[in-house]
């Protein structure tokens, strides 16, 4: 029978965790549990479930056996206690911050990030009454200076999306301990295999499972995993977790549920109502996807410094911002987040701007242009015109995704095939 010991290593864990063998048939393979509700056993049964007295499913929009084996799979590859996965990394950051906040409070959220979370962020959180403050990723201080008596939470990756900027994630942790409210930490672009935020202090993280994790561009999801260690017990800025819950017959999250509070309250309440639940069929893919990560991402990030080292060379190239190469002003902090590598992410300017940029894309023969990354296929965008086109001119260069930028999710293709295609692409631009 399999058994896992808590001391096994990440690789070990990535294959086996949450995916044992199906005690009623022997499938080896985690089965796809694609049902919408489940039986009870009787009305007393019935009653207990949602009263929340017992474990089980009820209904798929809370909770799915498939889903649930993602969930405790990537728990455990974090190091935290409990997940709750979603059907797309956007809808994990409202999940994330759904616990946390209420009309008229405030969540500070560092300005280098994924273009679609700065709109949703800064714009659609306007229409529930959130106010999303954004601050300097570089500047710990401006976190500081943010923090105000209505802020709830942190919002950072630590490896930020387009590229090869690095967040000091112990800085931030102590500015959230010393204000005592959540740090969250979007780790899409690192994965668990590359850094492990609870571990450097954050109180929860976040993934679009869309990238790495799932790997192969083939199933929208996202996932919220809490460490468990944040105090919410009797904590008055957070009434949904210290408070008593009139439709769970006065409940306290935190009294009833300890460690595992923020994880019930976000599987009774925030999917109940919200509904942005990951399908059975997707948590299978990316439970699948992930028993190959440790091997990915070391291909992933031995394939994008060898790229990014090509560029800095080029002629028709002006920067390249990768947090592995020695010109990057991220190199030291990149060594010390991310020991087995930076990723495989990273952006570059083009010489000639936003022309040479779209001609660019359409040179490549081998890199398909495409707005996802983490693929084992090599993929090319041009921000500016794409994932970033909605934001303002500011907006796009305090982000890194200025005019000339094009970025690159290096795959896992042969390194020297990559090169030769992005070579001849790069000489046909003059
Ligand atoms: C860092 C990061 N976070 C969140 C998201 C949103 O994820 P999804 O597209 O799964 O909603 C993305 C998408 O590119 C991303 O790059």
Redesign the pocket.
């Known amino acids: 029978m399999l058994k896992l010991h808590p001391n096994y290593g990440f690789n070990t864990l990535a294959v086996h965790s949450g995916s044992a063998p199906d005690p009623s048939t022997g499938a080896r393979t985690f089965p796809i549990y694609q049902t919408a509700a489940y039986v009870f056993d009787d009305a007393d049964h019935a009653a207990s479930l949602y009263n929340l007295q017992s474990p089980g499913f009820i209904y798929s929009r809370l909770a799915n056996p498939t889903v649930a084996a993602l969930e405790e799979k990537l728990a455990t590859l974090e190091g935290g206690r409990g997940g709750t996965a979603t059907s797309?990394?956007?809808?994990a950051?409202i999940i994330a911050l759904f616990p946390l906040m209420a009309p008229g409070m405030e969540v500070i959220v560092a300005d280098k990030?994924?273009g679609?979370?700065i709109n949703l962020m800064g714009k659609s959180f306007q229409k529930f009454g959130w106010k999303a403050i954004f601050v300097d990723t570089e500047d710990p201080e401006s976190f500081q200076s943010a923090i105000t008596d209505k802020t709830r939470a942190i919002f950072i990756?630590n490896l930020a999306?387009p590229g090869g900027i690095v967040t000091d994630l112990e800085e931030i942790v102590k500015i959230a301990n010393g204000a005592g409210v959540p740090l969250i930490v979007?780790n899409?672009?690192a994965t668990p295999f590359l850094s492990q935020p609870l571990e450097w202090g954050a109180d929860i993280v976040v993934h679009?499972t869309?990238?790495y994790l799932s790997g192969q561009g083939n199933a929208?999801?996202?996932i919220v995993i809490d460490s468990g260690n944040f105090p919410w017990l009797g904590n008055q800025k957070y009434p949904s977790l210290s408070s008593p819950s009139a439709e769970y017959n006065g409940l306290i999250f935190s009294e009833t549920f300890g460690d595992l509070a923020y994880t019930m309250y976000n599987h009774a309440v925030s999917l109940r109502d919200l509904g942005c639940t990951q399908s059975p069929m997707n948590a299978w893919l990316t439970l699948n996807g992930v028993e190959t990560l440790p091997l990915r991402m070391e291909r992933h990030c031995s394939n994008g410094l060898a790229l990014a080292e090509f560029l800095e060379k080029h002629q028709n190239v002006e920067w390249v911002s990768h947090a592995g190469l020695k010109s990057s002003p991220y190199f030291k902090l990149g060594k010390k987040y991310f020991p087995n590598g930076t990723g495989s992410l990273f952006s570059f300017g083009v010489k000639g701007g936003y022309e040479s940029g779209i001609k660019l894309l359409e040179s490549v023969e081998l890199f398909s242009h495409v707005a996802?990354?983490g693929d084992t296929r090599s993929l090319i965008l041009h921000p500016s015109s794409t994932?970033h086109r909605q934001l303002t001119k500011d907006q796009q260069i305090a982000s890194g995704a200025g005019p000339e930028v094009v970025r690159l999710s290096v795959g896992i293709e042969c390194v020297e095939d990559l090169i030769a295609d992005i070579d001849q692409a790069l000489n046909n631009l003059r």
């Not at 797309?88 to 809808?91: M, Q």
């Open positions: 797309s990394g956007h809808a950051e990030l994924y679609g979370t990756e999306n979007d899409t672009l679009s869309t990238k929208l999801g996202g996802n990354l994932t």
